[in-house]
């Protein structure tokens, strides 16, 4: 490996370099901008000033939450001169380091026994960490009942048996994700199932053993990328690796549009709506009596506040809001994250307790009632894919009052069958709520607009035949 200088001195630096061990100490140096981290140690590596860097030597920025990359990156190159063209993205540092390692060691091919080519689709993550981890667990189970050639890689933080035919358990430390050692783990999976085609759902430790084997192996591997995030830090980091992936498959129509601009050939970038139950009629009732609270329902990971996607800090500023503005209304938060208590004591700390209800992770089944008994969907996020929970509650009658990412307006017709508000603007979110307060009847009126817009679009099996064609296409 050639000399790379990595760049913050946190979390993400420490499983970065305990993953490579200490033969990269002659290769990998750390650097902080942090004056108070110089010449202490991340285990072996000594944190430098960023002042030392010869600007002709490679960089990588290494930070867990990448909505920050942009400005740290910024900062880097303004005060230290660094080159632009010299930037290693974290993503091919990984795979670069994990082909290296697997030149230097075993190479010889163990192809499997079945005749055919495997197709393996990956959640890295787990069964349960969300809408896009179940919607492709739930996709696996409709071409396993199809293809025996089908099968399942699934993180779990503790392996255990499991006697679902064609599950694939890797064992994984939710502590430190984005691990070496699990996606060395994961390589030597893949290889055993050689020739495949891998589905995989984000630049995690599944993709680069995907990309990595790629490199090595060439057409015993197909890689098909499903971009779920519709952001500038998505894209460029998807479009690095654009002659490893045989297909990008975009959740929105943004997605697709944000990776051709880039460069990706149109015959590379797929468009695709996620699955999603949906009644053709539409039995429910909705909050017609002013004199009745107005039912709000939060769907999400609760994952941060100021420098998080879902933004729960707007969350926690609808609700203050609404409360000030005399508003009846009962919300109801489905969802849990490491932000679960820190909004809870909020709420708590603005005595909202009664006027707010946190139910954790539902289960799939019960999920359609939840949105059935909410008038109004809120989602208060910086960015998104094409929000599947966006989906479930249009499809139950519920109006979306949402902030413009990525998938909306592929959905919404603002004013008609919901309301689409500027990002971080909590007081238009709260003077559609308001409007929808005072008009019940038109509120009924949006939300059977929203299930009748939303239905065509939930066919199954218009979804199965694009996943079929495009698997037969690739090969």
């Not at 061990?21 to 110089?38: H, P, R, T």
């Not at 994990?98 to 163990?110: A, F, H, M, R, V």
């Not at 045989?246 to 929105?252: L, Q, R």
Request: aromatic letters at 10%; charged letters at 30%.
């Amino acid at each position: 490996m050639d000399k790379i200088n990595l760049l913050c001195a946190g979390k993400r630096a420490r499983i970065i370099l305990q993953g490579m061990g200490e033969d990269a100490l002659d290769n990998v140096f750390l650097y902080d901008m942090d004056s108070s981290k110089w010449g202490t140690y991340v285990d072996a590596w000594k944190v430098n000033d960023p002042k030392e860097i010869d600007t002709n030597d490679y960089w990588c920025i290494s930070v867990i939450n990448h909505i920050l990359y942009p400005d740290i990156r910024k900062d880097y190159i303004s005060k230290y001169g660094l080159r632009e063209d010299r930037e290693i993205l974290i993503d091919e540092l990984m795979v670069s380091f994990l082909l290296e390692k697997k030149q230097k060691g075993d190479n010889s091919i163990k192809l499997s026994n079945d005749s055919n080519r495997n197709v393996i689709w990956t959640s890295i993550k787990g069964w349960k960490a969300g809408g896009v981890e179940e919607w492709m667990y739930d996709i696996y189970n409709i071409f396993i009942n199809k293809h025996s050639n089908h099968k399942f890689l699934v993180g779990q933080e503790k392996l255990e048996h499991n006697n679902e035919i064609g599950v694939i358990p890797v064992e994984i430390d939710n502590d430190n994700v984005l691990n070496l050692k699990v996606a060395e783990n994961v390589i030597q999976i893949l290889e055993e199932n050689l020739p495949l085609t891998i589905i995989t759902n984000q630049l995690d430790e599944t993709f680069w053993a995907a990309v990595c084997l790629k490199r090595l192996y060439a057409e015993k591997i197909k890689i098909i990328s499903v971009i779920h995030n519709g952001t500038e830090y998505a894209y460029d980091h998807n479009y690095c690796f654009r002659k490893d992936v045989d297909c990008f498959v975009g959740v929105s129509k943004e997605i697709c549009e944000g990776m051709i601009e880039r460069g990706v050939s149109k015959e590379k970038v797929k468009h695709m709506t996620c699955t999603f139950e949906c009644s053709k009629y539409l039995d429910r009732k909705y909050s017609c009596e002013e004199n009745t609270p107005l039912r709000i329902g939060y769907a999400g990971r609760l994952d941060g506040f100021e420098k998080s996607q879902k933004r729960l800090d707007i969350l926690l500023n609808t609700i203050e809001e609404l409360n000030s503005r005399n508003i009846d209304f009962r919300i109801e938060i489905a969802g849990d994250g490491e932000a679960k208590t820190k909004l809870q004591e909020s709420v708590k700390k603005l005595g909202l307790e009664e006027k707010v209800t946190f139910l954790g992770w539902l289960k799939r089944k019960d999920i359609s009632d939840y949105w059935r008994r909410q008038d109004i969907a809120i989602n208060t996020a910086d960015f998104e894919g094409r929000s599947i929970s966006k989906f479930e509650a249009m499809a139950n009658g519920a109006v979306p009052v949402v902030t413009d990412t990525s998938g909306v307006r592929e959905d919404i017709e603002d004013g008609i069958n919901g309301y689409i508000v500027p990002l971080r603007d909590y007081m238009t979110i709260c003077d559609r709520i308001e409007y929808l307060n005072t008009h019940r009847k038109k509120m009924e009126d949006m939300g059977l607009k929203a299930h009748s817009s939303i239905y065509p679009k939930s066919n199954l099996n218009d979804h199965i035949e694009m996943w079929e064609n495009l698997l037969n296409e690739i090969g």
